[in-house]
T-cell receptor, first 114, second 114 residues
Framework: NAGVMQNPRHLVRRRGQEARLRCSPMKGHSHVYWYRQLPEEGLKFMVY????????ESGMPKERFSAEFPKEGPSILRIQQVVRGDSAAYFC????????????FGPGTRLTVL | AQSVTQLGSHVSVSEGALVLLRCNYS??????LFWYVQYPNQGLQLLLK????ATLVKGINGFEAEFKKSETSFHLTKPSAHMSDAAEYFC????????????WGAGTKLIIKP
């Protein structure tokens, strides 16, 4: 059973470009969570999604950031018009329906904004 | 606001020595508590978690942690360090009234000296 997959593992963007980060949850998991880790800090919750639904986006910046988890395909975290402060590691986690407190993490995408 | 404090961004121990990684949380109500480990270039892996019941929790790879409500602590220990334990360790707790939103410590890098 493959774990949580994230791609790309490393992403370099220039200021003003768009970044798209993908996350495929573990097989059978219907919940996806996105976290951001800034250098020397712990992870910060961004958003919690189920298929075709955003359940909690209280940790998402109000502008430029969006997330989706379509019926088919991976979850996407999209950052428009990136700025240097968006440089961070972005982690995706998934959990099964009946165990939201046990999250399985992907290897992360390290975004560098030049 | 809830917070998690991990004392020491780096901890260095000799191979075979006791490992002690400290975690304190601020919460008026005992949350669920977790320890995750992150090996280089990999995702976070759940070591152990406390929800209810016995306060001494055993995890994978010989690690255990004890929940002490009076001290609001959840320190991670291992009797004898192994070179393969070198990694970064994160303590996390659930946000009050949430079983999925995790509040994270900044992490502790464990260094094992031969």
């Amino acid at each position: 059973n493959a774990g949580v997959m994230q791609n790309p593992r490393h992403l370099v963007r220039r200021r003003g470009q768009e970044a798209r980060l993908r996350c495929s949850p573990m097989k059978g998991h219907s919940h996806v969570y996105w976290y951001r880790q800034l250098p020397e800090e712990g992870l910060k919750f961004m958003v919690y999604l189920q298929k075709e639904n955003i359940i909690d986006e209280s940790g998402m910046p109000k502008e430029r950031f969006s997330a989706e988890f379509p019926k088919e395909g991976p979850s996407i975290l999209r950052i428009q018009q990136v700025v240097r402060g968006d440089s961070a590691a972005y982690f995706c986690a998934s959990s099964p329906l009946d165990s939201a407190d046990t999250q399985y993490f992907g290897p992360g995408t390290r975004l560098t904004v030049l | 606001a809830q917070s998690v404090t991990q004392l020491g961004s780096h901890v260095s121990v000799s191979e075979g020595a006791l490992v002690l990684l400290r975690c304190n949380y601020s919460s008026s109500v005992p949350p669920y508590l977790f320890w995750y480990v992150q090996y280089p270039n990999q995702g976070l892996q759940l070591l152990l978690k406390y929800t209810t019941g016995a306060t001494l929790v055993k995890g994978i790879n010989g690690f255990e942690a004890e929940f002490k409500k009076s001290e609001t602590s959840f320190h991670l220990t291992k009797p004898s360090a192994h070179m393969s334990d070198a990694a970064e360790y994160f303590c996390a707790v659930t946000l009050l009234d949430s079983n999925y939103q995790l509040i994270w410590g900044a992490g502790t890098k464990l260094i094992i000296k031969p």
